[in-house]
């Protein structure tokens, strides 16, 4: 499955965790599982590995659905440096690569980044 989207303002969450997201805006008519994916994410012609994250935040007490991903490996001077100043009105295409895991309420946080932890290191040793 391939879809587009664009930057909308997210919680914040993710950065403080050590795992900033590009929040997306959720498309029209949207079919996705509730989950986590590994994905390929393309910006201004550039590809990324990625991990996505749809569906409530019940860590977070979030009942209400979000799209984020997380950029694996790639910094903002990543980005910078491949040409990309800010995400502002820039479409982000995504590709799925691959369902993860459902979505887990963990009691800590510090439960929630040792699990993200795990999501990474096991898209990192995907071939895309």
């Given at each position: ?8 303002i ?5 950065k ?6 590009i ?5 029209e ?11 390929k994410?393309?910006?201004e012609?550039?590809?990324?590995k990625g991990a996505?994250h749809?569906?409530p935040?019940p860590?977070f007490g979030e ?6 991903v997380?950029?694996i490996?790639?910094?903002?001077n990543?980005l910078?440096n491949?040409?990309?100043e800010?995400l502002?009105?820039k479409?982000i295409k ?5 369902f ?7 009691k ?6 040792k ?6 290191k096991?898209?990192k040793?995907?071939?895309?």
């Amino acid at each position: 499955m391939k879809f587009e989207s664009t930057q909308i303002i997210g919680k914040g969450r993710g950065k403080p965790m050590g795992f900033p997201t590009i929040n997306l805006k959720i498309p029209e008519n949207f079919e996705l599982k509730n989950g986590i994916y590994a994905v390929k994410v393309i910006i201004e012609n550039k590809t990324f590995k990625g991990a996505l994250h749809y569906g409530p935040v019940p860590t977070f007490g979030e009942l209400q659905k979000s799209l984020e991903v997380y950029l694996i490996e790639v910094t903002n001077n990543d980005l910078i440096n491949q040409g990309i100043e800010n995400l502002d009105g820039k479409i982000i295409k995504i590709e799925i690569i691959k369902f993860l895991r459902d979505i887990i309420k963990f009691k800590l946080v510090e439960e929630l980044v040792k699990q993200i932890g795990e999501d990474v290191k096991n898209i990192k040793s995907l071939s895309t």
